[in-house]
């Protein structure tokens, strides 16, 4: 392990090796994955590589958080995504949804997890969650997306930059997260710093 660790970049982290299954998959045994999408809205330099820097300051947090609060009570995400067509199907059960807000608005934390994702799906979701905060999309069309399964005419997707994922789950294996962010999102989780959510 520590061998692998000084080998590996720093973006990549071992903390153990277990043995599974000789036909253990990590991609098609995964049951659950988690994807965090962090957003500022104050230019912090402490921030440019971790989190999508968007000058709003006056979003509708509320709309938005009803916005989030829709995403698992549909699994058809076929509006939502990049390249829907080269699917099989576009069906994805989102199991949970959040947003946390801290720092008053300045800091944002949006959370899903589903069984799947689509291409481009996380960040044409966040997009849509910025264009409601700032009034350009109503909650009720964005819900109707999600109903109708007809994509919006223009899908500006959220940047890159913000974007992580965060847990993977499989039915042999379910781990705590172990690197210092997880401490962070726990903070989060108990409305530490003013939470919405």
């Known amino acids: 392990m520590y061998r692998l660790n000084r080998t590996l970049p720093n973006d990549i982290a071992i903390f153990a090796i277990l043995p599974v299954h000789d036909k253990a998959h990590a991609r098609f045994d995964a049951t659950q994955r988690t994807y965090d999408y962090f957003i500022h809205t104050n230019k912090d330099p402490f921030l440019q590589g971790s989190s999508a820097l968007y000058y ?27 390249s829907p067509a080269s699917f099989e199907h576009t069906i994805c059960e989102v199991s949970s949804a959040h947003l946390w807000v801290a720092n008053g608005g300045e800091r944002l934390r949006f959370q899903i997890s589903s069984n799947r994702f689509l291409t481009g799906m996380i960040r044409i979701i966040v997009g849509r969650l910025l264009e409601i905060g700032t009034g350009k999309l ?60």
């Open 56 to 82: 709003e300051h006056q979003l509708d947090l509320q709309s938005m958080k009803a916005a989030v609060d829709l995403l698992p009570q549909y699994n058809d995400y076929y509006a939502l995504c990049k």
């Open 138 to 197: 109503s909650v009720e069309a964005f819900e109707q997306h999600l109903r109708t399964k007809q994509p919006p005419q223009f899908i500006t997707p959220a940047n890159p930059q913000g974007l992580y994922l965060s847990k993977i789950v499989y039915p042999y294996l379910d781990l705590p997260q172990r690197t210092e962010f997880a401490a962070i999102f726990q903070y989060e989780r108990e409305g530490i710093g003013g939470g919405l959510g």
